[in-house]
């Protein structure tokens, strides 16, 4: 008897596992994860992802160490570089018109494209995840008000404002800090209401939940609510808008170089920059100052929206591929659709003893009424 | 006779993100041509995985093996569906095996008109003018029951009602006259008095049509109203196979037999009358001139309208008291106000009109400050135990949070002795503190729930629905737990159910609602025994019992009442 007891989800393995929270931390953290659980097309284009951003990381960290020159070198010793020199031993990838190496160059547009990315999201996901969470945990006027803010910041186009706000900064010709902020600034116009919209979503979905009912039903404030029940199972997509948020913020970037309302070539490495004074080069057959901020731009931007997509098919079970089911090495156990792993309990023999004794039901027949 | 369905070693396999896992493990089985097979089982059971099969309507992360033969109504072509592919499976579809699914109201495309989607099996299968399409969908419907068919047959599903939409599903089923109908819990998400209905007509289908069906239900009742054989399944196997008659009155099976003790019975053993003292059980009295935990006079709670839409009136003029240690179970349908009232209660839902005192506070217009200090004495348990745990936090840390929340504990690990002590009260081992809700089944979650709702000590808990998520035997062992904690600790308990053999259960008291009107309210054994309002009594006939024999009488009485109401 005690092998066939009819506990649901007996002896049965997770459907679909969240993730299973035994694993150790490491295992458990987002993108690694995902590469774990995923298999074919969908793994290949998130590690290529991965690969492409920790790429740009790593060259983004050690700048200093990987480019052979300085970002505004025109010279090194006594001996000038000249200006559009082909590629050779002591320029790998040539000169610009301005005369500055172009291996360097690229190497260092790196630091503050990623400056451009922490400082967009920093600004935006603060204020955007609390916002829209007290909003759409209370809900009414001010709800609805916010709602019609955020969808007309949508209509603002960022690389304007980003123009407007390089202007007000530095009147145009800027510093590092300055483009990086423009762009920043203005990005984070455009980016908060997309976390707001986010996680207000997400904020209304699980408000409705009952577990923030029985959290009502207890006793608890709001805030605590919101703190400890809503916020955290309100940020599974935020991920997801972050890494497409990264590339948005690096092509805001390099659009604003690329007219002119950048950084100063004197004062950091500007792929934007770079690309338009390379303009004119195009049509005279010199490649090498063109290509490799242009593709600098475009492996940073394909990396962060690689790992962006693959996340967002991951997370959804219909989108997600899974490993074809073997005959052959099959496990002993069950499945059941939001089913449960009940493996043994120590000191516990059977799952019998775990629901009970059902004796009141088999006992003294005389307690019928 | 001849088999309509032939499975013959079915063995069935999904891809998961934790491996592969077997559903079905070696089915054989066999329906005959007009007869009703029920597969009973509880969740996970691989019932409703064996059924789909049959129609190829399994996920590409499955994989099969075995044969399942499905041979035409005139007997003119067999296939073996799990070879078949494409345009193959489609010609079967529809026409050789139909699907009546559960939920009506999800089954049916809210955009279209039903006679155009019942239609649309016919285009599939036979050219034909829209002229005759419509001529035939309107035959069906009438078939089905629907009045007014001509009428009708334009309308979109929202202008139905539930039953009337399962009528509808089963329409679509039926008109392209398939050999097989497979019905996958048909009336699980209707009341019980729609129930009734729907078993009816599908009863006739057999007989009038020659139809087989295949009924996948973990509804006892239904399956001694309807079935002619019940295949029993556990863990991916059939367990057992007889016909209806043999298998309720001598189960082979240990866990056939398991079964149906677990099945709750109005008039039943009843767990209410014991009292646990030291280890013997006395008869519970209630006393009743104590004050009531919860006086309800006139209770109204209305639901304001939508852009000119009348007020929803919930609950209109409810009387009702709850003494200490007493517990009254509130019955109805959907749409009744039971649970409204349970919220009301709770201080979820502001009530509108008339008075309603909960631990002596009158909850007409009160302030969440107020209420608050009575939060402490009132116990909730919800309905869906997967969704009432914060699937973030451990089972412990969400029994604690009451403790937490009302400064008994500063955080949850000051709170761990008693929340062990309550985890041994609910009969769930202490390491179980440490896992997910995600973690554990239906009925440990329940019982978590419980622990929850228990960790202050509460004079009223109020159950909503508490066990309607549950498989039947894991019912059982919850409220045997819920009925032996209400005997040791004797708080007053508002049981909400839509079960009328669980509320006979449990209940000292037993209040019926409709349509947010009390219409009857005493003792079991008097609103069960002999009850006086034409409704209750619907009520009652409508409920099948899981025996066929009694069941038989029993739908007699529904078509005399039927008849004459």
């Not at chain 1, 989800?9 to 931390?25: D, K, N, R, W, Y």
């Not at chain 1, 200093?64 to 570089?81: C, E, I, T």
């Not at chain 1, 449960?340 to 120590?346: F, I, N, Q, S």
């Amino acid at each position: 008897m005690a092998d066939l007891i009819p506990e649901t989800g007996l002896v049965v393995a997770h459907a679909t596992p969240p993730t299973p929270e035994h694993t150790s931390l490491w295992k458990r953290l987002p993108v690694v994860h995902q590469v774990r659980t995923s298999v074919g097309l969908q793994r290949t284009m998130l590690l290529v992802g991965i690969v492409l951003t920790l790429v740009f990381l790593f060259v983004a960290a050690f700048a200093p160490l990987l480019a052979p020159y300085g970002y505004a070198q025109l010279s090194s010793g006594d001996v000038n570089f000249g200006a559009q020199q082909p590629p050779s031993a002591e320029h790998w990838l040539g000169t610009t018109v301005g005369g500055y190496d172009v291996l360097s160059r690229t190497i260092w547009g790196a630091r503050p494209a990623f400056l451009v990315i922490v400082a967009a999201v920093v600004l935006s996901i603060f204020i955007g995840v609390v916002v829209g969470l007290v909003s759409g945990y209370f809900g009414g006027w001010v709800d609805r008000v916010l709602v019609v803010i955020a969808d007309a910041l949508f209509a603002f186009p960022s690389l304007l404002l980003a123009i407007v706000v390089a202007i007000v900064i530095s009147g145009g010709q800027s510093s590092m800090w300055g483009g990086v902020m423009a762009a920043a600034i203005s990005l984070s116009v455009v980016m908060i209401p997309q976390y707001f919209r986010v996680v207000r979503a997400e904020v209304v979905r699980v408000k409705a939940e009952a577990f923030v009912e029985s959290a009502r039903v207890i006793g608890s404030g709001p805030v605590r609510i919101m703190g400890r029940h809503v916020l955290r199972n309100s940020t599974r997509t935020l991920p997801l808008i972050l890494t497409l948020n990264c590339s948005e913020a690096v092509l805001t970037l390099a659009g604003l170089g690329f007219l002119g309302f950048g950084i100063e070539p004197t004062k950091a490495g500007d792929w934007g920059y770079d690309l338009s004074r390379s303009l004119s080069d195009v049509t005279s057959g010199i490649w090498w100052t063109a290509v490799p901020p242009g593709l600098a731009i475009v492996l940073t931007v394909l990396g962060a929206t690689l790992v962006g997509e693959s996340l967002n098919d991951l997370a959804d079970p219909r989108l997600r591929t899974r490993r074809a089911a073997k005959a052959a090495a099959l496990s002993p156990v069950t499945a059941v659709p939001g089913g449960v792993a009940t493996d043994r309990v120590p000191g516990v023999e059977s799952i019998d003893e775990l629901e009970g004794p059902s004796d009141l039901f088999d006992d003294d027949e005389g307690l019928r009424s | 006779m001849t088999n309509v369905v032939d499975i013959t070693d079915l063995r069935v396999s999904f891809a998961t993100d934790s491996g592969t896992v077997r559903a079905v493990e070696g089915v054989t089985l066999q329906v005959a041509s007009g007869e009703v097979l029920a597969i009973v089982g509880e969740s996970g059971s691989g019932k409703t995985v064996t059924a789909r099969t049959i129609l190829g309507l399994l996920p590409e992360t499955a994989l099969t093996s075995g044969a399942v033969l499905l041979t035409r109504k005139d007997g003119s072509a067999t296939h073996d569906i799990v070879t078949l592919r494409g345009n193959d499976l489609r010609d079967v579809r529809g026409r050789d095996a139909a699907m009546v699914f559960q939920e009506p109201s999800t089954a049916l495309n809210p955009v279209f008109p039903v006679g155009w989607q019942i239609a649309e099996g016919l285009r599939a299968h036979r050219k034909l003018s829209d002229k005759d399409a419509r001529a035939q969908a309107i035959d069906v419907l009438r078939l089905v029951g629907i009045p007014d068919p001509e009428h009708r047959v334009d309308h979109y599903p929202h202008q139905f009602s539930g039953g009337q939409k399962q009528r509808i599903v089963i329409a679509q089923a039926l008109v392209l006259d398939p050999g097989l109908i497979i019905a996958d819990e048909p009336t699980t998400a209707l009341d019980v008095t729609v129930q009734a209905e729907i078993l009816d007509l599908l009863r006739r289908l057999p007989q009038e049509f020659g139809s087989a069906i295949v009924l996948i239900t973990h509804n006892m009742g239904v399956v001694a109203d309807l079935a002619d054989r019940v295949a029993v399944m556990y863990n991916g196997e059939i367990v057992e196979q007889a016909d209806v008659h043999t298998l309720f009155s001598a189960p082979q099976h240990p866990y056939t037999r398991r079964l149906l003790d677990a099945v709750p019975r109005v008039g039943g053993r009843r767990l209410r009358d014991r009292v646990r003292v030291g280890d013997e059980l006395e008869a519970m009295v209630v006393d009743d001139s104590a004050t009531p935990v919860v006086e309800a006079k006139d209770l109204r709670i209305v639901y304001p309208g939508r852009l000119r839409q009348p007020d929803f009136t919930a609950v209109d003029g409810v009387d009702l008291v709850i003494r200490p240690g007493e517990v009254l179970g509130l019955v109805g349908e959907s749409g009744s106000g039971k649970t409204t009232i349970g919220r009301a209660i709770a201080g979820l839902t502001p009530i509108s009109d008339g008075s309603l005192k909960v631990h002596g506070v009158e909850m007409l217009r009160v302030k969440e400050k107020t209420f608050r200090p009575v939060r402490k004495r009132i116990g909730f348990v919800f309905q869906d135990p997967a969704t009432s745990f914060n699937p973030l936090l451990t089972i412990a840390q969400c029994v604690a949070e009451p403790m937490v929340v009302h400064g008994l504990a500063p955080n949850p690990q000051e709170a761990r002795p008693k929340v062990d002590e309550l985890m041994e009260a609910v009969q769930l081992p202490k390491a179980f503190g440490d896992r997910f809700p995600h973690e554990l089944s239906g009925g440990q979650r329940q019982r978590a729930s419980l622990a929850r709702a228990l960790i202050l000590g509460p004079e009223l808990l109020i159950a909503d629905e508490p066990t309607s998520a549950l498989d039947v035997s894991v019912q059982a062992r919850v409220l045997d737990l819920f009925a032996r904690l209400q005997a040791e600790l004797g708080f007053a308990c508002l049981f909400i159910s839509h079960d009328l053999a669980v509320v006979d259960l449990l209940a000292h008291r037993i209040a019926v609602l409709h349509r947010g009107v009390l219409v009857e309210e005493g003792t079991g054994d008097e609103v069960l025994g002999a009850p006086k309002h034409p409704y209750t009594q619907r009520l009652l006939a409508s409920l099948p019992v899981p025996d066929p024999v009694e069941q038989a009488a029993r739908r007699e009485t529904w078509r005399n009442l039927r008849a004459h109401g």
